[in-house]
C-alpha cells in the first residue's frame, strides 16, 4: 500500500515484507510494537521485550501474526505517518479516493512507576475527511507463531488465548471471529472514530468493556507523561527535535519495573539480505546500556540513570545461577531482563525477514569473553558519580572486585567489542577500554576519597597505555591497528580522544583518522571494519555500522574539523527513517539494516550532535 513499500517490496520478490524502516515504535516501558506505515502491527511481545512474540509477521508474514487496520481498498491509497508531538502516540494517515483516515496508536501510561499498570495496545481510527472503508484483522500467533490460539466471544469483546497469553479485544464495532482471528469491516464518515483495544490479561483478569475505556482520557495523559519527560531533557541546541526523538527512543527501550535497558526490541532483522548476520538484541548488553546510560546523563535524564544502577548493582551483587564462570569474570556480556543468560537458540519454522535465516532467540555472544565492556561500564559509573546520585559504598566494593578480575586478566585475546565468532584476538578496543576502566576508577576514587590500591592501578594502566602504543600502532600505515599485528583497521579506535586517551590532535590519532577515511569511510557513513580483509567467523557482508558513523562525527568534531562533522552529521540525518528512526546498519542503497530501532545509534547521535552543538557556539 505504501509506495515505498511496493518499490522495495516488488523489486526483490518480497513484496509481502515491508521495508525495515517503514515502521514506528510505540510502548509502556515494558514492552514494545512495531507499526508499519500500512497500519499493521508486526512486531508485539506481551509482557516484556524479551517475552515470546504475539505478533511476528515481521520475521514471517504467513505464520508469525499480525493485527491491520486499514482501509479496505489497496490501490491508490498514500499513506503517512508522524508521531503526535514530543511523545510516542504514532499516527497513520491514509488518504483514500473516497475521504481522508487516521488512526492512533500508543500503549498507555499513565505515570512514572504506575502501580496499577495495564499493557494495552490502544487503536483508534478517526475518518478526518469523507468517507472510509476500513478493516481490521487481529491474527494473534503465540509463542513466535508456534501456536494457533483459540478466540471466545463474551459480553465484553474477545478472549484470546493460546501458549502462555491470555488477551482480550475490546471494540466499538462489531467484531466476528474465523479460525482463530478476529474481523471487522466498517464505514466511517468525518467525524466519526471507532477504537480497538488490546489487553494483556492476566490469570482471572475479564476482558475489559468499551465503555470502561476512556480513549481521550488515555491518550491525553499518555501524551502528557511523555511531553512532561522529555521537556526535562536539558540540551536546547541545533537539532533539538532529533536528538529529543532519540531520547524518546531511549526511553522506550527502558523497562521500568527493573531498570533494565535492552540494545534493540527485535530480533533476526539481517545485517545482509537472505544471510546469517541475524541476532537477538531484546537483552541488556553491559556496553549497550553503559552508553546509552552516558547519553541519558549528558540530558539530564538522571533518573533512568540510577534506576539502571540499581539494576546493575543486583547483578554484580547476584551473579545468575544458569551463567557463573570464572573464566568469563564477574560480568557477562548480556543478561535478560531478570539479570539471567539468555542462551541462543534457533526458530525453524519461521522464515526469517525476506527469507534471511536463521531466526534466533537469545544471543551466543553470551559465552563470550569481551573485556571492553568494563571499561564503558565504569566510565558510565563514572559520569553517574559525577552528575547523578553518587555510587554505593557496596557498589564501590563490587566494581573493585571487578577491576582486580580484570587487571588479572587484561592481557587475554577476547571477541571483541563487535562479538567476533572466530578465533580470540588482542583487540585494540579491548585494550583501550580495560585502560579506560582503571583511570575511571582512580579518578573516582580520588574524587571520593574512596579505597583504593591506587600506585598499582596505575602501574597497570601504564602498561596497557605503553602496549597499545608499541604493539597496535603500526608505523607504515600510521594507525592504530585493529589488533596486534594486523593489517586492517577498526572504526572502534575512534573512541580514543573520546575516552582522553590521546589528545585529539595527536600526530598518531589524526594520522589513524586519515587511514579511517581512506579504508572504512564512504560518504560520511563508516564501516565497523573489513569484513572480507579481516573474518569474524560470521559469513555475508554487512552495512556500514551508524554507531561508528556518528563516531566519526565526533572524532572530526574533536580534531576541530567542525565544517566535516557538521556535513556528516547532516547526512546522518539524512538516513533516519520518516520518524527519526534508526537501525543498527544502513545498506547500500540507504536502506535500514539491523534490528530496529537500535538504542546504539541512537546514544550515538546525541553524544555527537551535542558535542558539535557545544563546539559550534
Not at 511476528?56 to 505464520?63: E, F, K, V, Y
Not at 600526530?507 to 569474524?536: G, K
Amino acid at each position: 500500500m505504501a509506495e515505498a513499500g511496493q518499490a522495495d517490496g516488488q523489486a526483490d520478490g518480497h513484496e509481502d515484507f515491508l521495508p525495515i524502516a517503514q515502521h514506528g515504535l510505540i510502548g509502556d516501558l515494558r514492552t514494545c510494537a512495531l507499526v508499519g506505515s500500512e497500519g499493521t502491527i508486526d512486531w508485539f511481545c506481551a509482557g516484556r521485550f524479551d517475552s515470546p512474540s504475539v505478533f511476528g509477521s515481521l520475521l514471517d508474514p504467513r505464520r508469525g501474526g499480525s493485527w491491520r487496520l486499514g482501509p479496505q481498498q489497496e490501490e491508490g491509497v498514500r499513506t503517512s505517518q508522524f508521531y503526535f508531538p514530543d511523545s510516542t502516540i504514532l499516527v497513520t494517515r491514509f488518504m483514500t479516493e473516497r475521504g481522508v483516515a487516521e488512526v492512533h496508536d500508543f500503549m498507555p501510561v499513565l505515570q512514572a512507576s504506575d502501580p496499577d499498570h495495564r499493557q494495552r495496545i490502544v487503536r483508534r481510527v478517526t475518518a478526518v475527511r469523507g468517507t472510509t472503508d476500513l478493516t481490521m484483522t487481529l491474527s494473534a500467533r503465540p509463542d513466535y507463531g508456534r501456536t494457533h490460539p483459540e478466540t471466545e466471544a463474551v459480553a465484553e469483546g474477545v478472549l484470546i488465548t493460546g501458549g502462555d497469553v491470555r488477551l482480550g479485544l475490546t471494540a466499538s464495532v462489531e467484531l466476528h471471529l474465523r479460525d482463530g482471528d478476529v474481523l471487522a469491516d466498517l464505514t466511517l464518515r468525518q467525524g466519526q472514530e471507532a477504537l480497538f483495544v488490546l489487553e494483556v490479561l492476566g490469570e482471572d483478569d475479564a476482558v475489559a468493556s468499551t465503555d470502561a475505556v476512556d480513549s481521550d482520557r488515555l491518550f491525553q495523559r499518555t501524551a502528557q507523561f511523555w511531553r512532561s519527560w522529555v521537556s526535562r531533557s536539558t540540551y536546547t541546541g541545533r537539532w533539538r527535535e532529533t536528538v529529543n526523538r532519540s531520547a524518546l527512543t531511549l526511553k522506550l527501550l527502558t523497562h521500568e519495573p527493573t531498570g533494565a535497558i535492552i540494545a534493540s526490541p527485535t530480533t533476526s532483522l539481517p545485517e545482509s539480505m537472505g544471510g546469517g548476520r541475524n541476532w537477538d538484541y531484546r537483552y541488556v548488553w553491559i556496553r549497550d546500556a553503559a552508553f546509552s546510560l552516558y547519553a541519558l546523563l549528558r540530558l539530564g535524564f538522571t533518573d533512568e540513570a540510577a534506576a539502571f544502577m540499581r539494576w546493575l548493582s543486583e547483578r554484580m551483587a547476584h551473579p545468575p545461577e544458569n551463567g557463573t564462570t570464572e573464566d568469563l569474570g564477574p560480568l557477562r556480556v548480556l543478561y535478560d531482563i531478570d539479570g539471567n543468560v539468555p542462551h541462543e537458540t534457533e526458530l525453524d519454522h519461521l522464515r526469517g525477514y525476506r527469507d534471511s535465516r536463521p531466526v534466533r532467540i537469545g544471543n551466543g555472544a553470551v559465552d563470550q569473553l569481551q573485556l571492553d565492556i568494563y571499561g564503558e561500564l565504569i566510565d558510565s559509573v563514572y559520569l553517574y558519580n559525577k552528575y547523578g546520585e553518587g555510587i554505593s559504598a557496596d557498589s564501590w566494593h563490587d566494581l573493585t572486585r571487578a577491576l582486580e578480575w580484570l587487571m588479572d586478566n587484561w592481557e587475554r585475546p577476547d571477541a571483541g567489542m563487535w562479538e567476533i565468532r572466530d578465533d580470540p584476538r588482542h583487540h585494540t578496543t579491548s585494550l583501550l577500554m580495560s585502560w579506560v576502566a582503571i583511570e575511571r576508577m582512580m579518578r573516582t576514587a580520588r574524587q571520593r576519597g574512596l579505597p583504593g590500591e591506587l600506585s598499582r592501578w596505575a602501574d597497570v594502566r601504564d602498561d596497557i597505555y605503553r602496549r597499545i602504543m608499541d604493539e597496535h600502532w603500526d608505523p607504515e600505515v600510521g594507525a592504530f591497528m585493529q589488533h596486534a599485528g594486523a593489517d586492517t583497521l577498526d572504526a572502534g579506535v575512534l573512541l580514543m580522544p573520546m575516552v582522553k586517551f590521546v589528545a585529539p590532535n595527536d600526530p598518531r590519532f589524526t594520522s589513524t583518522l586519515a587511514a579511517i577515511e581512506e579504508r572504512l569511510v564512504s560518504d560520511s557513513l563508516v564501516f565497523r571494519y573489513d569484513v572480507e580483509a579481516s573474518p569474524d567467523g560470521v559469513e555475508g557482508s554487512e552495512g556500514t555500522f551508524s554507531l561508528c558513523s556518528f563516531w566519526y562525527v565526533e572524532a572530526l568534531t574533536r580534531s576541530g574539523r567542525l565544517e566535516d562533522a557538521r556535513l556528516a552529521l547532516e547526512k546522518m540525518f539524512t538516513y533516519a527513517n520518516h520518524l527519526g528512526l534508526y537501525g543498527e546498519q544502513i545498506g547500500l542503497a540507504g536502506e535500514q539494516l539491523g534490528n530496529f530501532p537500535q538504542a546504539f545509534t541512537h546514544l550515538s547521535l546525541i553524544s555527537a550532535a551535542m558535542n558539535l552543538d557545544r563546539e559550534l557556539g
